[in-house]
């Protein structure tokens, strides 16, 4: 299971559908939304990208 829905940018038709969708299928609404928190802890969390930049840090600092 995917953590979201895509509609194209310049269809504002097809988003009004899957808002209603969404709204219309809270239980779905609710997993995805789980799974997307956690995406968002294990890849772009302030612990998580401080890290990253220390890795880069330490890496051109060493030269």
Do not use: H
Not at 8 to 26: F, G, H, R, S, W
């Amino acid at each position: 299971m995917k953590c979201g829905w895509i509609t194209a940018p310049e269809n504002p038709k097809q988003l009004t559908e899957m808002i209603k969708y969404v709204l219309d299928q809270p239980s779905e609404a609710s997993k995805k939304g789980l799974k997307a928190r956690g995406k968002w802890k294990r890849k772009y969390c302030l612990d998580v990208i401080q890290e990253e930049l220390l890795k880069v840090f330490d890496k051109y600092n060493a030269k």
